[in-house]
T-cell receptor, first 118, second 114 residues
Framework: GAVVSQHPSRVICKSGTSVKIECRSLDFQATTMFWYRQFPKQSLMLMATSNEGSKATYEQGVEKDKFLINHASLTLSTLTVTSAHPEDSSFYIC??????????????FGDGTRLSIL | AQSVAQPEDQVNVAEGNPLTVKCTYSVSGNPYLFWYVQYPNRGLQFLLKYITGDNLVKGSYGFEAEFNKSQTSFHLKKPSALVSDSALYFCAVRAPNTGNQFYFGTGTSLTVIP
């Protein structure tokens, strides 16, 4: 077990559009989910940590109003890129972890969403 | 500050030969160490982790990694490489008592040559 599903896998849209990406833990409850951004041939950059039922914690330099995160249940977190522009084009990956805040469990990743803004 | 270094951007190895992907870390306290693999346009797949105990950790697909505290390293190894092992490999570290944040290395692209 420990399957994380991310949807959609790819989205292409016009500049100014808002895009919602879903991240679901299919067979476990994820108290904490994470959103990453990955540029070509680079590592993952943590954008925010999402805790069920509370506000997300954003990393320095990440615009909260630009990247809206909602973690309404133990199995679903969403990332909405508001008024997307070409510079927001990237590969977005979510992950989820079993256990509590300080659990030493590994993160389990979704397959990512390729976002292309025209 | 916590950090992870993967000194090699690219590793090439012939099929059937042993492979090593290097990782060194800097963390306060005893680290939790992880290896992940990423295939094109996919998320990361968990390979193995070191939390405590034996320094040699065995993971998925025949991979193993050795924790070396004195050298602050956690190199990924496999005795005999397969072409299907070609992918991007990430080392990650989490310091205890720092909550959830993982720190990822910059990744190493492994190419296994038939």
């Amino acid at each position: 077990g420990a399957v994380v599903s991310q949807h959609p896998s790819r989205v292409i849209c016009k500049s100014g559009t808002s895009v919602k990406i879903e991240c679901r833990s299919l067979d476990f409850q994820a108290t904490t989910m994470f959103w990453y951004r990955q540029f070509p041939k680079q590592s993952l950059m943590l954008m925010a940590t999402s805790n069920e039922g509370s506000k997300a914690t954003y990393e320095q330099g990440v615009e909260k109003d630009k990247f809206l995160i909602n973690h309404a249940s133990l199995t679903l977190s969403t990332l909405t890129v508001t008024s997307a522009h070409p510079e927001d084009s990237s590969f977005y990956i979510c992950s989820a972890k079993k256990g509590g805040w300080d659990s030493n469990q590994p993160q389990h990743f979704g397959d990512g969403t390729r976002l292309s803004i025209l | 500050a916590q950090s992870v270094a993967q000194p090699e951007d690219q590793v090439n190895v012939a099929e059937g030969n042993p492979l090593t992907v290097k990782c060194t870390y800097s963390v306060s306290g005893n680290p939790y160490l992880f290896w992940y693999v990423q295939y094109p346009n996919r998320g990361l797949q968990f390979l193995l982790k070191y939390i405590t105990g034996d320094n040699l950790v065995k993971g998925s697909y025949g991979f193993e990694a050795e924790f070396n505290k004195s050298q602050t390293s956690f190199h990924l190894k496999k005795p005999s490489a397969l072409v299907s092992d070609s992918a991007l490999y990430f080392c990650a570290v989490r310091a205890p008592n720092t909550g959830n944040q993982f720190y990822f290395g910059t990744g190493t692209s492994l190419t296994v040559i038939p």
